[in-house]
């Protein structure tokens, strides 16, 4: 099991940045795709972005292209979430998730943080 914690999240105006870091410790984890998801109340969980193990792919949602990026450092353990020009309807939780296959699906994470709350004001 990998244990996963987000930090970064905050309030930021509209068309500003944040940086997402999304901190592993417990078993090894360079060899995880790892994405993030988010989640807002009444909601189901939504696919933002996720990362092969070596960096080497990236995907992400169609609404974040260009806007997010997402990045790891395995020698540091973590991973980012690049937001910038971000818009009100980005407010949500933020997860970040470790799993053993590249996906969008949240069903193929298997370790998930408690999540960071982004929130975008006008």
């Known amino acids: 099991q990998v244990q996963l914690a987000e930090s970064g999240g905050g309030l930021v105006q509209a068309g500003g940045s944040l940086r997402l870091s999304c901190a592993a410790s417990?078993?090894?984890?360079?060899?995880?795709?790892m994405g993030w998801f988010r989640q807002v109340p009444g909601k189901e969980r939504e696919f933002v972005a996720a990362?092969?193990?070596?960096?080497?792919?990236?995907r992400y949602i169609d609404s974040v292209k260009g806007r997010f990026t997402i990045s790891r450092d395995n020698a540091k353990n973590t991973v980012y979430l690049q937001m910038n020009s971000l818009k009100l309807e980005y407010t949500a939780v933020y997860y970040c998730a470790a799993g053993g296959v590249f996906s969008y699906f949240s069903r193929d994470y298997v370790d998930w943080g408690q999540g960071t709350q982004v929130t975008v004001s006008s």
């Open positions: 990362i092969t193990w070596n960096g080497g792919l990236t």
């Open positions: 417990g078993r090894t984890f360079s060899p995880y795709a």
